[in-house]
């Protein structure tokens, strides 16, 4: 692999966008979509090897791929309980 792919300056420039940790083996990940595809991109650290890689394929949730250098599945799957661009709700303080 060439090394990671050059990621959004802002996430104005994105349909979708997620920086996270995949606590079921410690991977990192930075997903994107950038406007107008239907594309994703994805910059990833294993959590079992360390290796740095990226993929790109056609955006889909959930969607699992293997690390470039030790085979080890790793699963990508929807945020729980979160719809796209919504805010908690803050419960109201009753006096």
Known sequence: MAGKLKEP????????????????GN??????V???TTVMHINYVC?????????TDEYALPYS???EKCGVK???APLKGK??????????KTL
Request: charged share 40%; aromatic share 8%.
């Open 27 to 32: 991977h990192r990940l930075t997903i994107w």
């Open 83 to 92: 719809a796209r661009g919504a805010k908690k709700k803050r419960k109201k």
């Open 9 to 24: 300056e802002s996430m104005d420039e994105c349909e979708y966008f997620s920086r996270r940790v995949i606590e079921d």
């Open 65 to 67: 791929f293997q690390c």
């Open 74 to 76: 790793i699963k990508v």
């Open 34 to 36: 950038p406007k107008g």
């Open 47 to 55: 959590g079992n090897c360390s290796h740095e890689g990226s993929i």
